[in-house]
């Protein structure tokens, strides 16, 4: 699970050598393709200027006093870098990182094995740490604060309780949802930090690193197209680049350049806002079949076959950022920008104008 590497090492990885053929299962893929190309350092890592110049103090201080870094926890949407900027710190420090998530820990012996398998400064880093179960989160708060584990052996009158010292550890959370963690929890971490969406050149930067390391041909232009169209997403640019170098390859001679981009992510049915059909969908649902909302996530998440955590945790934010949705006690209302967006003359008047 170490994911300690030089940044030379990515030249090395060969995805078509590793994925012959046979597609492998998509996630498993993005995966992979993913752990290629995260960058490994605070240089190679671009955007989030502020939150890595913090942390670069952080760091610098935690190696003058010769002990491991604070708890740390970092939350925003999906897709902005939380567990590569844990990598970069893994390697800043000098120490391996263990990498989990918390709907892996659903047993105490989960959570356990793995704080027993620390070593002293290591950094433990688990994602989505707003879905840890009671029972998890009890056998961490001590671990967190006092580095022990108290463990129970035996049965009603003869129970035993064992304190186990742990190494001190740095524990660093990531979630989607930092209101959704309990109030211990989050007390427990001494920085917290939030990612934020990432600006049209920054993201320019990103699909540029990443052409270089697959050694594709972009142009500035064709860059910034596909930035432009990426949901301020480092994942979702990713994803795209990979989408319009197959297309340019096909049917051009394999360069990306402006058009060539825009014409790609017109046939993948990404929009100028960069909206897939199901943020169309989702929009469109809460305009046609509810009047514009309020609606519950719930009652949408069913029209639309829809898991509501996906709509919720990888839809929702772009879209609330974009000032496409408004989220209301009632349940989400689409915004006159999405009206406009897709066609509608006004939030009274539903008719396409398409
Ligand atoms: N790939 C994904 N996120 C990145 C980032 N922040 N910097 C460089 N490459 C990335």
């Known amino acids: 699970m170490s994911i300690i590497a030089d940044d030379n090492d990515y030249k090395k990885v060969d995805i078509n050598a590793k994925n012959p053929v046979i597609k492998p299962e998509a996630a498993e893929y993005d995966r992979n393709f993913e752990n290629s190309i995260r960058p490994k350092s605070f240089d190679t890592y671009i955007g989030q200027s502020a939150l890595k110049e913090a942390l670069k103090i952080t760091i610098e201080a935690a190696k003058k006093r010769e002990k491991p870094l604070d708890h740390l926890l970092f939350y ?32 105490p012996r989960d959570i356990i094995g793995i704080l027993m398998s620390l070593k002293g400064g290591e950094i433990l880093f688990i994602d989505e740490i707003h ?15 006092d580095f022990y584990l108290d463990m129970t052996t035996g049965k009603s009158q003869t129970v035993k309780t064992l304190r186990i010292p742990l190494p001190k550890f740095t524990l660093i959370g990531a979630t989607t949802k930092a209101g959704e963690l309990s109030g211990p929890l989050r007390d427990r971490f001494g920085i917290i930090h939030r990612l934020e969406f990432y600006t049209e050149e ?13 050694e594709v041909e972009i142009t500035d232009d064709g860059a910034r197209a596909i930035a432009r169209r990426s949901r ?22 394999g360069t990306i350049n402006e058009k060539i981009a825009n014409l790609a992510l017109d046939v993948l049915s990404i929009d100028e806002y960069g909206l897939d059909s199901t943020d169309r969908g989702l929009l469109t649902a809460i305009i046609e079949k509810y009047d514009g909302g309020p609606v519950g996530i719930e009652t949408l998440a069913a029209a639309l076959g829809e898991d509501s955590r996906t709509l919720e945790d990888v839809c929702e934010p772009f879209l609330l950022q974009a000032g496409l949705l408004q989220r209301t006690p009632r349940g989400r209302k689409a915004t006159p920008a999405a009206y406009r967006h897709l066609g509608y003359r006004n939030s009274t008047e539903q008719q396409n104008l398409f």
């Open 131 to 145: 879905r840890l179960n009671k029972v998890a989160e009890e056998i961490l708060y001590p671990a967190m604060e």
């Open 202 to 214: 920054e993201l320019s930067q990103v699909i540029k690193r990443t052409a270089g390391i697959l």
């Open 232 to 253: 301020g997403t480092p994942r979702i640019a990713n994803r795209l680049i990979k989408r319009v170098s197959d297309y340019a390859l096909v049917k051009f001679d």
């Open 76 to 107: 925003g949407p999906p897709g902005l870098g939380k567990t590569t900027l844990a990598g970069v710190i893994a390697e800043q420090m000098g120490v391996e990182i263990k990498i989990t998530s918390a709907p892996a820990l659903e047993r």
